[in-house]
């Protein structure tokens, strides 16, 4: 029966000992976060060139967020607003392949057919042209 007294004593120890090193390590942790938000408050004061304190921080903070959610974001249409009338959109002209195809009907009204054709040039030429070509070659 000591024994297990012993044990269960033991056990209660070590079990303390944990919970005082995770507090140690949390309030580590604290100390460690606290440092970084000086740091930032700092970094932040030498950007803006004014003194800031941590209410400053939480409140900017806050209003950061809000801003951000406040904020539409338009990607696929124009917002409706009194700018639209200034900034018209140019209507494409859709008359232009009329106007194409009309000119080029005018340029085919214009072209007289060839009376003449020489026989040369409907002729197909004969396959072994070039072989007389590489002949000759060999032949003198």
């Given at each position: 029966?000591?024994?297990?007294?012993?044990?269960?004593?033991?056990?209660?120890?070590?079990?303390?000992?944990?919970?005082?090193?995770?507090?140690?390590?949390?309030?580590?942790?604290?100390?460690?976060?606290?440092?970084?938000?000086?740091?930032?408050?700092?970094?932040?004061?030498?950007?803006?060139?004014?003194?800031?304190?941590?209410?400053?921080?939480?409140?900017?903070?806050?209003?950061?967020?809000?801003?951000?959610?406040?904020?539409?974001?338009?990607?696929?249409?124009?917002?409706?607003?009194?700018?639209?009338?200034?900034?018209?959109?140019?209507?494409?002209?859709?008359?232009?392949?009329?106007?194409?195809?009309?000119s080029?009907?005018?340029?085919?009204?214009?072209?007289?057919?060839?009376?003449?054709?020489?026989?040369?040039?409907l002729?197909?030429?004969?396959?072994?042209?070039?072989?007389?070509?590489?002949?000759?070659?060999?032949?003198?």
């Amino acid at each position: 029966m000591v024994e297990r007294d012993n044990e269960t004593a033991a056990d209660s120890s070590s079990s303390d000992e944990e919970m005082e090193t995770e507090d140690t390590e949390t309030n580590k942790m604290e100390a460690a976060a606290l440092a970084r938000k000086k740091r930032l408050l700092e970094m932040k004061s030498r950007l803006n060139g004014i003194e800031m304190k941590e209410e400053d921080y939480k409140e900017e903070d806050e209003a950061t967020k809000k801003s951000k959610l406040e904020e539409p974001h338009f990607r696929s249409y124009q917002p409706v607003s009194e700018e639209i009338g200034k900034t018209e959109q140019s209507i494409p002209k859709l008359d232009v392949v009329e106007e194409i195809i009309a000119s080029h009907l005018e340029d085919t009204k214009n072209v007289k057919p060839v009376e003449t054709v020489e026989l040369s040039t409907l002729a197909p030429k004969k396959i072994d042209w070039d072989l007389k070509r590489d002949i000759e070659k060999k032949l003198q």
